[in-house]
């Protein structure tokens, strides 16, 4: 049984092991490729209640002596060589493999709705596929691709993420009401756009990056470095951070640019090209860097681009509007998981 009063925004865990209490983890990561659409509903509202799948002494038995066209149906999800799979026997393995995510996805469905609805927010089809062509958008401008290979690029993310159509169509509806819900909260400054310029057309600083864990792994790491160990070697043997199988490598950064922690680029701009930063602190460990590269200004006046610049500012305002709304929203959920196996799941999922 769940002992204690739930708190305001906590996961309840339910299963036969002793009832936990737990606060919710940083949900940011939930607003747009994970907060896709949910499985764990259909799933749960397909279990089979018949066919040559019984349970005998509380094991589940599977009969393969009845022909196949006579089991076919809703209830059977898949045979293996005319043998049916049950939903019975197939939902503790789909738990524990992605159950987790499924619940995750399908929490923020509702709850997103339930604003929506509350708001008296209404996405139309037209919302929707104003999502498609963003995401198709950002997508080339990321990989500087042209028209003729964005539907391939979306394609190739698309099955990178696992997104197949009902939950590749319920991220865009998820969005759609995410933008709809944050419009209030975009204001495109001067200052705003101002700053965008120097992102894209002002200095860049190409760089190295590693990361660690410890202080004192970082300690030892800086003492490798200034005795002349190659910076590229040592971050593709200890470096927590993704660039490490590039030798740390990183796209260069505008030192204006608020998505970088700004000890990173303040150590970066006071360094020259071959110069080693000090041990730089962030919330997650600690990092050292190297600058590689400065690049100058591009020279493009702020005038000639200053459409698209705004709308460079809307979208990165809408995000961080949308990240933020959809961190409260879950903040303020309670969900309780009584399935062991979707527990499992579920703790993995949370970090734990």
Known sequence: MLTGTPLPGSIRIVNPFPSTIVHPPARSRLVLIATLAAA???ISGCASQGGSTTFEDGRLVIRGDRPHAAIAGSST???????PV??????????EVGGGTALEELAFDRLLGREAER?????TDEDV???QALLAQSIGDAAGANA??????????RRARGLGSARYAALLKRTAILRRLSADDVHITNAAVE?????????????????VASEQTASDVRRRLESGEPFGEIAAELSTDSSAARGGIIEPISPADPTY??????ALRVLIPGQISPIVSLDSGYAILRLEERIESDGVDIESVRGDLERAVRLRQERLAMNTLAERILDASDIAVFDPHLSQSWRYRQGR
């Not at 003729?148 to 993310?157: A, E, G, H, N």
């Open 40 to 42: 764990i509903g259909a």
């Open 77 to 83: 999800p898949a045979t293996i060589d005319g043998v």
């Open 148 to 157: 003729s290979t964005i539907d391939r690029l979306v394609d190739d993310v």
């Open 119 to 123: 708001r008296g927010i209404v996405v």
């Open 261 to 266: 922690p700004s000890g990173i680029r303040a």
């Open 129 to 131: 596929e104003n999502e």
């Open 86 to 95: 049950s939903w019975d026997e197939l939902l503790p393995i789909l738990s």
């Open 195 to 211: 700053q965008m310029h120097q992102i894209r057309h002002g200095v860049r600083l190409r760089a190295r990056i590693l990361t």
